[in-house]
């Protein structure tokens, strides 16, 4: 008879000839009723054999034995339900389903099966369908913990937190030891932004069972988002010594390896995921990914075909389909594409930047100019989408309005941090928080609306009861250090946003307590926090412009040249800030061809700026045969900004050096 073996099985057969033997004689595998077989022989050694790969936390050998207990007797019962079993822990609902019917065909009453079902179902999809298995009442007293666990899981798939909540409170009291059921509990406080009950909750995980695969990778998710990409790290690899082959920690592993631009190594493990599981469709994604990046648009489509349906609302999957489009010239495709990502995440500054450049290119500008109203109309807009809408604008022959945003996006000043500005009224809002106090999902509206309107009194009052109600939530302390930044109090937002990163040291806090030290003059400070964010996060944008500036500060032009080299091919020629830094950089380092060829490109991008106008001529004007355009590009820049000391110094210094 075909054995489904490994090399790796015959080394547990001595090990597991007393299992068998006191599995034979005293048929201790527990039975879901009296079943039409009670196993053979060797199906019941090969079933032992199972046990001890469980035990061994080896899944997937587990799942070969159970395999060849199955094939040595198709009726027996408790191998069916056992394989079930097996396949829900490798998240196979279709499988698990299957093995279960199989079961209740056989003569297992479904009742005792009914948790297995509500939880293949819900792996599916289904949560309407395991809802009313998982809520029925016969299911037995020893399984309702199980139940109510996946009932809370159940319950976020409907969106229905409270209903979510009041399960995992059952789950709790009647299965309080559960690893996997305080791991679902971190996982729900996390998405309703109790950061610091999240980690308790997996803390507690930890301590029940460190071995166990689905804490560690969690406990390395959670420490992901709290403190950024290398931290998490240390938790997948601890997990993949226990079991090397879990597709689903090996999955985590290799996107946060290509987060961190370790791209080498995330192919090398979505290869290794591939091998396992040939239809993983977070593979194929990293793989398309990867494709993008390099340039290859055409094999970066062909490997999202491969992804298939099962991600298509997955707002990352999303970005890179819009991305391909607009690549390919395909902008009224990837109009769809950003459309439906800015609709599920309607304050996505960067799929709002694609949309609106896509509807430009399409020939839609004013439709472009209405998705970018939200970040224009804010105090601290950047260029870039200032740029964009003046572009817009002008290809709507309304060039007033469009200067307008052009001289804001000349200045490359960002402003002060903050919020969306509200769209609905400030009396509804008010209304509505008075009616929610302790929901902050009205309330933070709210506060953000009195921000704006400039109430900051006001503002700094529900901010603070938001935050003392919710102490484990990161945004609420931001609230405040933002309110109180706006009131000039700035040790008082560096205590605030210090609570904040504590729980979640994200980019907003890092970009936040950054500006902060500096306001203070505490430079050191600031940059021991860039430091140590970056130590996570080596591949961050935001950080990495920082560390630029820093170095340009500090006059290490070639570090500085580096790092903006750097970002320049990973974000193009478009930003302005980053090619008037390279100007600098060159400046410093005295290569003047370079200097000039990063002011070119950055003049293209934005003719009316200051900055660049001064950068640029500064660069002309170490050519003996461009002095006369130095000269007139440090005129215009004075001439926007008259006031402006430095660069009537550097116009003087040209002139009478010419």
Not at 487 to 508: K, T
Not at 521 to 539: D, E, K, V, Y
Request: net charge negative.
């Amino acid at each position: 008879m075909l054995r489904y073996v490994t090399g790796k099985l015959a080394e547990y057969r001595k090990a597991c000839a007393l299992a068998a033997l006191l599995v034979l004689s005293l048929g201790s595998i527990p039975t879901a009723i009296l079943a039409a077989s009670e196993g053979n022989a060797e199906a019941r050694e090969a079933f032992a054999m199972a046990l001890q790969y469980r035990a061994d936390r080896d899944i997937r050998s587990a799942r070969i034995e159970l395999m060849n207990a199955i094939q040595a007797d198709p009726e027996w019962i408790d191998a069916r339900v056992a394989q079930a079993e097996v396949l829900l822990s490798l998240f196979d609902g279709i499988a698990a389903e299957a093995e279960l019917n199989w079961a209740v065909q056989l003569g297992s009453n479904r009742a005792a099966v009914r948790h297995l079902y509500g939880h293949a179902l819900y792996l599916q999809g289904e949560p309407q369908k395991a809802r009313d298995e998982l809520l029925a009442d016969d299911i037995p007293s020893e399984h309702q913990g199980y139940a109510a666990r996946i009932m809370g899981k159940v319950a976020l798939q409907l969106g229905d937190q409270q209903l979510a909540g009041q399960s995992f409170g059952r789950a709790m009291e009647l299965d309080p030891e559960n690893p996997d059921l305080w791991v679902d509990i971190a996982r729900f406080r996390a998405a309703s932004g109790d950061q610091a009950g999240a980690t308790n909750a997996v803390d507690r995980a930890v301590r029940i069972d460190s071995q166990n695969i689905r804490v560690l990778q969690y406990r390395g998710e959670l420490l992901r988002s709290q403190f950024g990409l290398g931290a998490a790290l240390p938790w997948f690899k601890r997990a993949l010594e226990i079991d090397p082959n879990d597709v689903s920690v090996l999955t985590e592993y290799a996107a946060t390896l290509g987060d961190m631009g370790r791209m080498t190594e995330m192919l090398k493990l979505v290869r290794k995921i591939i091998s396992l599981d040939g239809r993983n469709p977070r593979a194929f994604f990293m793989q398309a990914v990867l494709a993008a990046r390099a340039g290859d648009y055409g094999l970066a489509r062909r490997l999202m075909h491969q992804v298939g349906g099962s991600m298509e609302n997955v707002p990352a999957v999303m970005l890179v389909q819009g991305i391909i489009e607009h690549r390919e010239g395909n902008y009224n495709a990837a109009v769809d594409r950003f459309s439906r990502l800015v609709s599920i995440q309607p304050n996505n500054r960067q799929a709002q930047n694609l949309l609106a450049r896509s509807l430009y290119l399409a020939g839609s500008p004013i439709d472009a100019v209405d998705v970018l109203q939200s970040q224009v109309t804010r105090s601290g807009a950047d260029s870039y989408p200032l740029w964009l809408a003046g572009r817009a604008l002008e290809a709507n022959d309304q060039r007033g309005e469009a200067a307008v945003f052009l001289n804001r996006a000349a200045i490359h000043s960002r402003g002060n941090e903050s919020a969306f500005l509200p769209t609905v009224p400030l009396s509804v809002l008010r209304g509505a928080a008075q009616r929610s106090a302790g929901d902050a999902r009205v309330v933070v509206p709210y506060i953000r609306a009195l921000y704006d309107a400039g109430d900051y009194s006001a503002a700094l009052v529900e901010a603070k009861r938001l935050q003392f109600a919710n102490p484990g939530a990161s945004d609420a302390h931001i609230l405040v250090a933002d309110v109180a930044t706006a009131m000039g109090n700035v040790d008082e937002a560096v205590i605030a946003l210090e609570q904040a990163r504590a729980i979640r040291f994200s980019e907003p806090v890092m970009l936040r307590l950054v500006e902060a030290m500096r306001s203070k003059g505490a430079m050191q400070s600031s940059s021991h926090i860039l430091a140590q964010f970056l130590t996570h996060n080596p591949s961050n944008i935001a950080g990495l412009r920082w560390l630029a500036h820093a170095h340009l500060e500090t006059e290490s032009w070639a570090i500085a040249a580096h790092i903006l080299e750097n970002l320049r091919k990973r974000i193009g020629e478009n930003d302005a800030v980053i090619m008037a830094g390279l100007i600098e950089a060159y400046i410093g380092m005295g290569d003047v061809e370079k200097a000039i060829e990063a002011g070119e490109v950055a003049y293209r991008v934005q003719p009316s700026s200051p900055v660049i106008s001064h950068l640029y001529g500064l660069a002309l004007a170490e050519d003996d045969a461009r002095k006369q355009d130095a000269v007139s590009l440090l005129k215009k820049a004075v001439a926007i900004m008259p006031d402006n000391a430095l660069y009537q110094k550097s116009l003087r210094q040209v002139r009478e050096a010419g």
